[in-house]
């Protein structure tokens, strides 16, 4: 397992973009399957997106698709999330996930697929 550190969460208006973070401690993201999950109170935590450390594959949810773009930072061994057009209906907890035995990012990833998480971050869209 590796330890993530998520940042970049907040309070932001509708029609507005954050970027979220995270970084691996003690360990790089090589060979690792990355992913972006979000849990709103009284939901389940949901696939939002991922991406292969090798090749750089990735996918999205149709719900956040053309909006949020998922991507890596080899020299800092970061994996980032660009929120553009943010709606109030993405207000969530923001988690990262990372797990080696994945080979195939997909949008059919579930949290039990992931054996590290990161604590979360808040993302708060207001109307």
């Known amino acids: 397992q590796v330890q993530l550190v998520e940042s970049g969460g907040g309070l932001v208006q509708a029609g507005g973009s954050l970027r979220l973070s995270c970084a691996a401690r003690?360990?790089?993201?090589?060979?690792?399957?990355m992913a972006w999950f979000r849990q709103a109170p009284g939901k389940e935590r949901e696939f939002v997106a991922a991406?292969?450390?090798?090749?750089?594959?990735?996918n999205v949810a149709d719900s956040v698709k053309g909006r949020f773009t998922i991507s890596t930072d080899n020299a800092k061994n970061m994996v980032h999330l660009q929120m553009n057009s943010l709606k109030p209906e993405d207000t969530a907890v923001y988690y990262c996930?990372?797990?080696?035995?994945?080979?195939?990012?997909?949008?059919?990833?579930?949290?039990?697929?992931?054996?590290?998480w990161g604590q979360g971050t808040q993302v708060t869209v207001s109307s």
């Open positions: 996930a990372a797990d080696r035995t994945i080979m195939t990012v997909a949008t059919t990833l579930r949290p039990h697929d992931f054996g590290s």
């Open positions: 003690g360990r790089t993201f090589r060979n690792y399957a």
């Open positions: 991406i292969h450390w090798n090749g750089g594959t990735t």
